[in-house]
């Protein structure tokens, strides 16, 4: 380990990684086990000229990331599994007005206030169906310190890039386990920014396809006015109703993310090479798998992992392939199936799904994983 | 220090600070005893007065799965948190508790016990019960060596809020005398007191 390795919190590298990608808005309500995240936030924005806000609740805070994207500043918030659930409408709204920002789940157990502060990775699926409609999703999943700073500075150019809310999917272990880190030198980070228009204001439409299915975002108070709506719009930003223009537009949505999935798709293979029996993990729960993986390779059991950093969209030409391929498959998870559900799909009846569901607040123990392993033989 | 693997547990209820003291003991063994360690807190909704525990892992080598599975180590400054997070201790392991604050501690446990009076002791040494905290990471030292005394002495002279540095001092070196005491004598249970405080040098 270098000599200048920090201690550093998994919220406090979220904090950290959102700052250093150019984030200077943070509205947010405090929950567990994501309120460090804010606590961090509240101290640190100030000392880069940001603004830190404390809303009056989850709704309003989700709202005043969408004002600040705005008005041209990258922003950030960070919630729990009840708040991503109230965040749900406005989330819907920026994706319909195409307003980049980050939305950061430490998530819980749930449904409702479930298990405050307790380990859970419950809203793997809130995070592509939470809001109402067809919207392209793009959703991060984090597994070691090193990665939640990586990543968070992802989810933000990813959002720019595609002027979409973007969700990064914290489980409480990570969030607040703190070690020693090394971080990147700052210079070498590659931070993206919004294309800002080339027109005149005059000449400028807010949702304008002759520049690409990304439009280019003027900011406010920079002289450009336009209107911003949750309704269907045309290139003006206004309400349409027109069939035409509201199928091209929710096809060009969908298309700003499914056309680019090979940028975005995230995974790492560990010990794949001749694996028989696949595990496909993310989270802090694929720690506890790749541990289980090794334990199981010294008895000559050849199994494998496929780790997603990027949860949605999903790889699915290497997932439908391997399911093809391997004699079992096992997912383990801290829910009751969300990914588990989605590989089915995939597999198809061709090979078996062994599924691994903790939802008590306790992670998911190797032994627990290597047993599966043991019984897929 | 000297062995690969090692898994501490520090519990009590929230306030009294025990989550600054597995950050402390985290932040010490990364920072002067060259090897990896990791610290994960765990709280309750409710915040103050709730079960509250620190889980810290220390070993040679990358640490993959970030949870505890057999500690060595376990303290306790509450019944509450003891009923709770009284799991997955070895036998061999150390148990401290302060029996004041944990007054039900079953007789039969197979760890060796170590009953340190520790909020009393740092009410009437220190002036405040804040302390017993950083007292505790100065026992857990002194009884275990696997930070050194001077090691721990500057990490929680690293961690301490500016204004507070001699008098955690004072305390971490009191929790420092206390475990050495405790690790010199055989028996099972040992009892420790304000009697059994030696008073270190005051701080430069």
Known sequence: MKKSARFYSGAELVAKAAIDAGCRFYGGYPITPSSEIAEFMSVMLPKVGGTYVQMEDEIAAMGTIIGASLAGVKSLTATSGPGFSLKQENIGYAYMAEVPCVICNVMRGGPSTGLPTALAQADIMQAKWGTHGDHPVIALTPAYLEEIYELTIKAFNFSEIYRIPVMLMLDEVIAHLSAAINLPEKESLVIKDRRKPSVPPEKYFPYDTAYGDVPPMANFFEGYRYHVTGLSHDKTGFPTTDPELVQADQERHLRKVNWKKNEIVDYEYYLMKDAEIVIFAYGSTARAARVAVDNARKSGIKVGMMRFRVIWPLPEAEILKLCGRAKAIIVPEMNMGQLSDVIERYAADRTKIIRINHVGGVPIHPTDIHNKIREAL | ?204
Not at chain 2, 143 to 164: C, F, H, M, W, Y
Request: hydrophobic fraction near 40%; charged fraction near 25%.
């Open chain 2, 1 to 204: 220090m000297k062995i690969d693997h090692y898994e501490a547990r520090f519990a009590g209820v929230g306030g009294q600070g025990v989550i600054l003291a597995g950050k402390i003991l985290a932040y010490g063994m990364v920072s002067f005893e060259d090897c990896r360690a990791i610290e994960t807190p765990t709280y309750t909704a409710q915040v103050r007065g709730g079960a509250t525990k620190v889980d810290v892992v220390i070993d040679k080598n990358h640490i993959e799965y970030p949870r505890t599975e057999y500690l060595d180590f376990f303290l306790s400054l509450h019944q509450k948190s003891f009923n709770i997070y009284f799991k997955d201790i070895k036998n061999d392991a150390i148990v401290v508790a302060d029996p004041n604050l944990t007054p039900k501690i079953p007789e039969n446990i197979p760890q060796k016990l170590i009953l340190v009076d520790l909020i009393e002791i740092a009410k009437r040494e220190m002036g405040k019960t804040l302390y017993s905290a950083v007292m505790a990471v100065g026992v857990f030292a002194g009884l275990t060596r696997i930070i050194k005394e001077s090691n721990i002495q500057k990490a929680v002279l690293d961690n301490a809020p500016k204004g507070t540095e001699l008098d955690n001092l004072k305390a971490v070196k009191i929790g420092i005398e206390l475990g050495k005491k405790a690790r010199k004598s055989k028996e099972k249970i040992i009892k420790l007191s304000i009697d059994d405080v030696s008073i270190p040098e005051s701080g430069k």
